[in-house]
């Protein structure tokens, strides 16, 4: 979709420290190297490598004058930019006070999640951040096998109640992570997730920016806004509700009537299904 253009060098001073990821929390303390490195595993680290007729996923600043030409067939999360599979949908991850914390879209196979991080200059990080990852979900139970696949180093995970694979992608100052999350066999090689998953990988753009930032650091999730007004109003829907049932509680305790609430004017109502239609009913085919 993109060709490359010559990468020109740029400084950044990035500091380490360890974070806590949405889907686990890391422990490098508890890192075995040699078990992780499986007998007969190509070593190298992952990093953005040709995948039939793709050769990403890219630098925004290698294809930001290419964009606009592809711009319909993708979205924009700020710091990523995804191709959507046809039939997709969207589904946001909400923080308690309405931040949006990721975002997958959701397949008829499985759900697909990008998120990019802050990471060095020098390749390596996804390897740490597989070991990490690797480490704890075989504390959780499950069983974790390490695989080859287009960019290197692939997690094969199978849990109690899903089939995961986790692909890591090493560029220049970010690192990219896809989950891919199905029902048993479902994340296997050569399954229609998989395929998915790396069609979309490949074609993904991360927009790293220049602000200094921790490695491991997630960069932001930025919504559209269209999606950001939804998210926003059914935010509002879902305090007032909450209000609405705490005051008909405490009326009910002291022996008055029920809060009723106020209907709003006619043409003010809320956007029905906003929070259906934001959260996970955005269809983008």
Do not use: C
Not at 20 to 45: L, V
Not at 150 to 156: S, V, Y
Not at 261 to 283: D, I, K, N
């Amino acid at each position: 979709m993109f060709g490359r253009k010559k990468r020109t060098e740029r400084s950044d001073e990035s500091q380490y420290e360890e974070y806590s990821d949405y889907d686990a929390e890391y422990d490098e303390a508890d890192y075995d190297d040699e078990e992780f490195d499986d007998a007969g595993y190509d070593d190298e680290p992952a990093a953005a490598a040709p995948v039939g007729d793709r050769v990403g996923p890219y630098d925004y600043e290698d294809v930001a004058d290419r964009l606009e030409t592809v711009a319909d067939q993708r979205l924009d999360l700020g710091s990523v930019i995804v191709p959507v599979p046809p039939g997709g949908q969207l589904q946001v991850e909400m923080t308690p006070d309405g931040t949006p914390q990721a975002v997958h879209l959701a397949t008829q196979h499985g759900r697909i999640t990008v998120a990019a991080y802050a990471a060095p200059k020098s390749p390596g990080q996804w390897r740490s951040v597989a070991a990490d990852l690797a480490e704890t979900l075989r504390k959780d139970g499950a069983t974790v096998s390490v695989q080859n696949g287009p960019w290197g180093r692939e997690l094969h995970a199978v849990t109690e109640g899903a089939d995961l694979r986790f692909i890591g992608v090493d560029g220049f100052r970010w690192m990219l992570r896809l989950v891919a999350a199905g029902p048993s066999g479902s994340a296997d090689e050569n399954t229609p997730l998989i395929a998915a998953a790396r069609a979309i990988l490949g074609e993904t753009v991360v927009r790293r920016g220049d602000e200094p930032l921790p490695v491991r650091e997630p960069l932001p999730v930025v919504l559209p806004q269209e999606l950001a007004d939804q998210l926003a109003a059914a935010h509002q829907q879902q305090l007032q509700a909450q209000q609405q049932a705490m005051a008909a509680q405490l009326a009910a305790m002291q022996g008055g009537q029920p809060y009723q609430g106020v209907t709003p004017p006619a043409g003010q109502e809320p956007r029905r299904g906003a929070e259906g239609s934001a959260m996970q009913q955005l269809g983008l085919n």
